[in-house]
């Protein structure tokens, strides 16, 4: 069962998406301390307990506050519809899919930048990415909550279904010929990202172009999360940051 231990985390979930949470729990004596999230509880028909602090110590041995937040398994997005949903957003539209991203801070980092940057929608292949877990959303500092997450079986499928929409998809790669300032980014859009080790052929393929953004030349590759960071935020600029 997920837990969140983060206070931060826990006000967040309670406001934003409190079907996901099943219980919140405090330990003894900091019921003043946390009066706010347990008013937020009731609020929302969170149910809680408060509990003795050898109960809250055995049953919540790292949480480094006194307060700790059960919630339900993370729900990943229905890939059809999220494919129906995507219509609304209009010329306005903007996800992006990742070719595989093994390590929990650079998918945590890169959902809380998502919602930072206003993205719809981000698109992990389900064999060759880790899952949103308990690491995942306390990195993201409670984004999670806050943006679509779809799990595909076939990644390069996926992309075709994309551009049937009319949904332009463009590949970032450090060995793109094109920079991706250059590009017209203001068209309903979708950036997709290589792994730790790159993207697969058949990905690139299935893309209507392949870019880079332009670094030293001593030192060319960029960790995925800030290579998604620094596109997003690229793509905010030529929007005039009003999505």
Request: charged share 30%; aromatic share 10%.
């Amino acid at each position: 069962m997920p837990y969140l231990k983060n206070r931060d985390d826990i006000l967040d979930a309670l406001e934003s998406n409190p079907k996901s949470v099943r219980r919140l729990w405090i330990e003894a004596g900091f019921e003043n301390q946390y009066a706010r999230f347990i008013k937020k509880a009731k609020e929302q028909g969170v149910s809680f307990r408060i509990i003795p602090k050898e109960s809250f110590s055995k049953r919540f041995k790292d949480a480094r506050a006194h307060i700790c937040l059960e919630r339900d398994e993370f729900s990943y997005t229905d890939p059809d519809s999220f494919l129906l949903n995507i219509r609304d957003y209009g010329a306005s539209l903007f996800v992006c899919a990742f070719d595989g991203i093994y390590d929990p801070q650079n998918l945590g980092n890169i959902i809380r930048s998502a919602v930072c940057f206003n993205v719809h929608g981000l698109i992990l292949p389900k064999d060759r990415s880790c899952g949103v877990s308990d690491t995942v959303i306390g990195i993201s500092k409670g984004a999670v909550e806050r943006i679509n997450i779809v799990r595909v079986t076939n990644l390069a499928r996926f992309l075709e279904d994309l551009k049937k929409a009319g949904i332009y998809c463009l590949c970032l790669d450090e060995k793109g010929e094109g920079i991706l300032s250059d590009m017209e980014l203001r068209q309903p859009l979708c950036l997709v990202f290589g792994s730790e080790e790159g993207t697969r052929r058949l990905t690139r393929q299935r893309c209507d172009g392949v870019v880079r953004i332009p670094t030293s030349k001593g030192f060319a590759s960029l960790n995925v999360a800030t290579s998604f960071a620094v596109a997003s935020y690229e793509v905010l600029r030529q929007r005039g940051f009003d999505m």
